[in-house]
């Protein structure tokens, strides 16, 4: 397994790389695509966000938002098609001409890729509107079958608690992480409750202060979405344990190391 980041040695140990390719390859291609991941690994990444909801019949595939239209020639809510349907779609030719084809994965077809190449991977559960438990429950139960063999498992993150909550009652032991556009009154309070394993917030909102917080708290700090050099070397210099980024052409894993 490639080497992860280490920090504080007062924290739980955290077998995941410091920096994150976002949705596959952030920009450079269709995200959330296998030819996203496959380029963010060209570029020198170990570990991918991706986003994954359920199909109509129950599968869990890759996809930010709750309609299809931003990112497939398909239209409607994504959520209320089988996923046979869904596979027909054109998930890369919005993006460019090269990419004109490529399919909307399952996401057990990205957790393949991971497994058979040793990457990580951080799972957003991002459930269809009405769907958060269900999909926080399919996600982890799959995903604990996917890699029961497997030392390193994936990382949930979520900003839907209820998700978190799925994913708790189907997987328990793998670690999970409050995702955060805005610091909200008792949002530590509710990371500890789901018993979380990390806090991923927007960068702008990481101070030392809050920092501090949460690895007190024995929760890492996570950013997303970092792609310009002086918020990476802030997050950097603040102790933060991972950068989650579009700029996979910006950001070298290995010169980055902090």
Not at 95 to 113: D, F, N
Not at 235 to 249: E, K, N, S
Request: proline share 5%.
């Amino acid at each position: 397994m490639t080497q992860a980041n280490t920090t504080s040695t007062a924290l739980p140990h955290w077998p995941y790389p410091r920096w994150v390719a976002h949705r596959g390859a952030g920009k450079l291609a269709p995200e959330n695509t296998m030819a996203a991941f496959r380029l963010g690994a060209a570029h020198g990444y170990t570990m991918f966000e991706c986003d994954a909801k359920l199909s109509f019949d129950g599968v869990p595939f890759l996809l930010h938002d709750a309609t299809l239209q931003r990112t497939t020639n398909g239209k409607g809510t994504a959520g209320e098609r089988d996923f046979g349907q869904l596979a027909q779609l054109d998930a890369g030719g919005w993006h460019s001409r090269a990419y004109a084809g490529e399919a909307v994965p399952s996401l057990e077809q990205l957790a393949r890729y991971c497994i058979a190449n040793g990457y990580f991977l951080n799972i957003e559960i991002k459930p269809t509107p009405g769907q958060e438990e269900e999909t926080g429950r399919v996600v982890g139960a799959l995903s604990a079958r996917w890699w029961k063999d497997e030392a390193v498992p994936p990382f949930f993150s979520s900003f839907k608690p209820e998700s978190l909550e799925g994913a708790r009652a189907t997987a328990p032991h793998i670690p999970r992480g409050l995702l955060l556009d805005t610091l909200t009154n008792g949002w530590l309070d509710t990371a500890r409750q789901l018993e979380c394993a990390a806090v991923v917030c927007n960068h702008a909102l990481w101070n030392a202060e809050n920092v501090a917080q949460v690895h007190a708290a024995g929760m890492r700090a996570l950013s997303y979405t970092v792609n310009d050099a002086w918020a990476a070397q802030r997050l950097i210099d603040l102790g933060t344990d991972a950068i989650i980024t579009d700029r996979v052409d910006r950001f070298s894993p290995e010169l980055w190391r902090g």
